[in-house]
């Protein structure tokens, strides 16, 4: 796993992003527009872990859609060496089950060391001022799917109630990001 | 003959240590010596070739996989296995494990 000098933390402004989704429609942080909270999800297809907590963001995705909420994930493993983390094999994905966000993909894995991902998932949310407010797990268990991500939408509640998220961050707990 | 059981794993994944008290569990509810377990770091893409391990944690009985892989390239990976009620786990289902183990031992005595 390879370490990093200067972690996205919470408090502090998220870096930007700007990556195609698997369609090709680029993405952008700051957006147009604002939204009240905006989760980024780095992810892969290829982890147990984020496997096993997928479907729970999926359904935070949905139950958040009405206050604004909007999620992005992102994949920035080497697909080279990992090729179920390809973009073709992003976009069978997505195109194979039905996502209520965007898969972005990171070839150059710069947004990944920008933000100083660690593993998948590994989940940031930020506030509508894009300040990191919460960093870590979507919850306690990645294999007890009666969690229901509640440390995100603890979060989530939080930061659309104007207070600040309690746990503020936690560990994330996934497979490392495969580094070219 | 005592079953020859090895866990291989990588570092890229956690779990493994947990995968490997499981298999211990399992090796002492069947009287094994659970201490036995041989335990090897897999290191780099020519070890993953070499051992021709699809990912961690890879556990072997006999050189029997536990849940056996379907085709998947040797690599620096984890391994995904799928539990016995369908969900998706970075370890394998404990049944299975017991499963191989108990095959071992029973071809040990025959």
């Given at each position: 796993m390879m370490a990093h000098a200067s972690a996205t933390k919470v408090g502090q402004p998220a870096p930007r992003l700007e990556l195609p989704d698997t369609e090709g429609d680029m993405h952008t942080l700051p957006m147009p527009g604002e939204a009240p909270a905006t989760v980024v999800i780095w992810t892969c297809n290829h982890c147990p872990y984020a496997l096993g907590w997928h479907d729970r963001l999926v359904q935070v995705a949905r139950g958040y859609a009405d206050s604004g909420v909007r999620l992005l994930a992102i994949n920035s493993n080497d697909?080279?060496?990992?090729?179920?983390?390809s973009l073709d094999a992003m976009r069978e994905r997505v195109a194979a089950e039905d996502w209520p966000f965007p898969y972005l993909h990171d070839s150059s894995q710069e947004a990944a060391r920008a933000w100083a991902a660690q593993v998948t998932p590994h989940l940031y949310v930020l506030d509508p001022d894009l300040r990191v407010r919460y960093e870590g797990a979507?919850?306690?268990?990645?294999?007890?799917?009666?969690?229901?991500?509640a440390w995100l939408r603890g979060a989530l509640d939080s930061i659309l109630a104007g207070q600040e998220p309690d746990p503020a961050a936690t560990e994330p707990v996934g497979c490392s990001i495969k580094w070219k | 003959m005592v079953p020859r059981v090895e866990l291989l794993w990588w570092e890229?994944?956690?779990g493994w240590e947990q995968a490997l008290a499981l298999v211990r569990d399992e090796m002492r509810a069947l009287?094994?010596?659970?201490?036995s377990v041989q335990v090897r770091e897999v290191r780099t893409d020519e070890d993953a070739a070499h051992a021709e391990?699809?990912?961690?944690?890879t556990i072997r009985v006999d050189g029997r996989?536990?849940?056996?892989?379907?085709?998947e390239p040797t690599g620096l990976t984890c391994r995904v296995y799928r539990l016995r009620d369908g969900r998706i786990s970075p370890l394998p289902d404990r049944r299975d494990v017991r499963e191989v183990l108990e095959d071992a031992i029973k071809e040990s005595g025959e």
């Open positions: 697909a080279e060496r990992y090729p179920n983390d979507p919850d306690s268990d990645h294999m007890d799917p009666g969690q229901n991500a | 890229g994944c956690p009287g094994l010596d659970a201490d391990f699809v990912g961690s944690p996989d536990v849940q056996p892989p379907d085709g």
